[in-house]
């Protein structure tokens, strides 16, 4: 019986490659395990006790007292000096854009709104803030725990800051609605109308998905395949960039990692993004949404077309880049859940490009990559997007599964051979 010789070539390259597998399932697992600290962190600093603020939003009120369910009474004087209640205050929080918020509500003693403050929001501050210079608190003054306070219907959305707002309105509502049910007797509060927000943003998205997945799998039309591409790019500018202003962003990652789950109802075009991405990922192995779609990616991409722009991908370089990308991503995820805070660990020039807002340091990126796309492909993209990084992570563990499931089948044969 003749026996075959290894290729000792073949042994060695398999065997870096167990090496480099090895040490990326090592690095995956720590980097795993300092999140879970950094979320732990976080957990531990968000704020608790908001009594402080109770008597913030009761004018006339000269002290507020605790009862129970969270419920704080303020208490002022009547003509004869003696105490009496004013008015009743209490907390609402809801998720927003970046996590939750939180807002004291202050009633009269029958209800109605006559004071908001803001407690505690994780929000980007320059997109937040709109919300304060537009007057949106202002809208919910006289109102009860009987309205239903939706925004679009009842109170007026502020544009680049709709989940912000929405996120305000349920926690003003959650909160004015305790106060009706603890406090007000003969309240009757009517159920929540909880009615599925669908419109052109979530129809526009499914389209995007349901076209850039069909055209990555044509195989015999490249013609087709390049323009409907092209076709794609540019609709996700106009529409998600520029019409919409609601790009996919570390934010949203860090808003989903820390379990800050905004209410489907009123947030689905969140998670048909967010699901959009993760199930086609990982069918065919490739982010359509980085690829296809992507607002900020289609900028760059568009700037490139114009001066015929390559891809730099110097090998000396290539893997360093890499890695500054991955070691920022993960950076700034740590940071956002170590504060609490996704909206500020964000570092995308997104909204400077289409909303015209943010620091200036965001303003300076902008710049630098808007040149830079003139000269090089997708710069941002290849090399500081911190989205590229975690859609790496989907397909690594795609990768492990379907080597675990080959490993399997190939075992049950070898079983099955030798019986």
Known sequence: MTVMAENPRKTAFEQRRNRERRRQYAVTFAAFAILAVAWLIGRSTVQAD????????????ERVEP??????????????????????????????????????VGTDTAGSIIGVKVVDNRETPNFFNQ???NGFYGQFDGSDYADSLVVGSDIDGVSGATLSSEGVAQSIRNA???IGALAVDGAVIPPIQQNVKFGAPEAALIALFVVSFFLHRLKRRPQIKRYGRWVVLLTGLLVLGFVLNK???????????????PGWHTNLYWFLLLGGILTVTTIQGKNPYCSWFCPFGAAQELLGSLTGAKVYQPRALYSKLRWLQRGLSFSAIVL???LRQPGAASYEPFGTLFDLQGSWPQWLLLALVLFGSLVVSRPFCNYLCPLDPVVDYIGEFRRLGKSLWQQRNSAAATSDNAS
Do not use: Q
């Not at 003696?82 to 854009?97: F, L, N, W």
């Open 176 to 178: 004015v609605r305790d």
């Open 50 to 61: 908001h009594s402080p603020f109770a008597l913030d939003v009761l004018p006339g009120a």
């Open 131 to 133: 919300l304060e210079r």
């Open 67 to 104: 009862l129970d369910g969270g419920l704080f009474a303020g208490y002022g004087a009547d003509e004869t000096g003696e105490p009496v209640i004013v008015g009743y205050a209490m907390a609402g929080s809801a998720t927003g854009y970046g996590g939750p918020l939180t807002l004291m």
């Open 336 to 338: 956002g859940l170590a």
């Open 247 to 261: 790009p996919f962003t570390l934010a949203n990652v860090i808003t989903l990692l820390s379990g800050y789950w």
